[in-house]
């Protein structure tokens, strides 16, 4: 891989390493914390969003990511030909 090539592969990982990361501190922390009172006002499925939101919603929002991540790491990798 050629230098300017693997700056730009690295590049690329980074920013979408820094999405990923940006999305997982607004949901934990955004919705879960600073949101609350918020979030609190609205129900879903009987309980106050907030809660959901600390509870069960960013454990989905996680495992989202993860997949996610993988899937466009791949296009990475292939569009700069480091695939496996």
Do not use: P
């Not at 609205?42 to 495992?63: E, H, N, P």
């Not at 997949?67 to 480091?82: E, H, L, N, S």
Request: aromatic share 20%; proline share 0%; net charge positive.
């Amino acid at each position: 891989m050629l230098d300017r090539s693997a700056k730009a592969y690295w590049a690329a990982n980074v920013r979408l390493l820094s999405i990923c990361l940006v999305i997982w501190f607004v949901v934990s922390f955004g919705f879960g914390i600073l949101l609350l009172d918020q979030l609190n006002t609205i129900q879903l499925g009987g309980y106050k969003l907030g809660f959901w939101f600390a509870q069960q919603g960013s454990i989905y929002v996680f495992v989202v990511l993860i997949f996610f991540y993988a899937w466009r790491m791949g296009q990475i990798d292939r569009k700069f030909d480091v695939h496996e």
